[in-house]
């Protein structure tokens, strides 16, 4: 993910609404290349990458993996290291992977070869019209967002990715019953997404409420979040239950 937040978050989550501009899910800024990442996104994204799904048509998931298995997408994935350790531990679980940010995608790509892993694919795309045109409805197990740019300025929190029309669109793509786990360490973002995220009729709070108290088991600690622990950032974890309200079509994206 291009660029770097406070914190050190790369700023992959931006939601652009920018006069006569779709609303994006990043802001895309160049990034110095490896020459192994090189490497990687020239012969490894061929083989783990995924290209978009012909017109008026959806991605076949299990045609993508080859099985049918839980499904865990991430949205910015960041370096990727998280991910790849998180489908290593596994490997009953399938995870499809978004990120826009060369460098990162290359360093997740040389994590699924130095694992061998057969449970990651990659696509290199924006997030919110992946959701909106490649996924089916009601198809992915789990979604997470971990570290999205918290936009700390007042007059740029228009720009936050978690709004309640994008919550509706993962809403769309989350199962019934499926979970969707959000991470930050800007704790006025997680005020925003508490709020948020309980407002919405598409989310219940699981028992006990959004917050785990401390980072979930589940959830590898990554480079950002440690940076942003040295600061004396407070970490957040927020997951919530996808309910039954159905998602209509009006829901804006």
Sequence with gaps: MPGTRPGGQPEAHRKMTEHHRPVRSFVRRAGRLTRAQERALAELLPRWGIEPPPP?????????????????????????????????????????????????????????????LANVRVVVHDAVEVLNGWIEPASIDRLQLFFPDPWPKKRHHKRRIVQPGFLGTLARVLKPGGVLHMATDWEPYALHMRETAGASPFFDEPTGGPETGGRPPERPETKFERRGLRLGHRVADLLYLRNDEPVSSATPP
Excluded: K
Aim: net charge negative; proline share 5%; hydrophobic share 45%.
């Design 56 to 116: 008026d048509e959806r991605l076949d998931l299990a045609a993508v993996f080859g099985r049918s298995a839980p499904r865990v997408l991430e949205i910015g994935f960041g370096d990727g290291a998280s991910l790849a350790q998180t489908a290593a531990a596994n490997p009953g679980n399938d995870y499809l992977g978004i990120e826009v940010h060369e460098p990162g995608v290359g360093h997740l790509l040389l994590e699924i070869e130095r694992l061998d």
